[in-house]
């Protein structure tokens, strides 16, 4: 009987059984400032979840927005101001 395992592991490769790309590493890097905002934002919600926000956990949100709107400017910003092909 013949073993087939071998056979069809070569089919069945899964696209992301893979490593990142170079190209795909400098963009998690780019867009890294824009993903630590959004976290900051998350944790500043999270925490008025389970109690009435007072207005130190407000400012704290409101901060957190302005971060992530800041940050997804300058990213935006940044990609319009790069020639096409061109990393940063």
């Known amino acids: 009987m013949k073993h087939i395992a071998a056979d069809q592991a070569v089919v069945t ?11 795909e590493l400098d963009a998690i890097e780019c867009e ?6 959004n ?4 944790d500043a919600q999270i925490i008025t ?5 007072t207005e130190l956990d407000a ?7 302005r971060r992530v709107l800041a940050a997804r400017r300058t990213l935006a910003n940044s990609a319009a101001t790069r020639a096409p092909g061109v990393s940063a």
């Not at 890294?32 to 905002?37: F, K, R, S, W």
């Not at 976290?39 to 998350?42: Q, T």
């Not at 979840?49 to 926000?53: A, I």
């Open 59 to 65: 400012r704290r949100i409101r901060r957190a927005r």
């Open 49 to 53: 979840l389970d109690r009435t926000p």
């Open 39 to 42: 976290i900051e934002l998350l």
């Open 32 to 37: 890294m400032p824009v993903i630590e905002a």
């Open 13 to 23: 490769a899964d696209v992301f059984d893979r490593e990142p790309t170079a190209a």
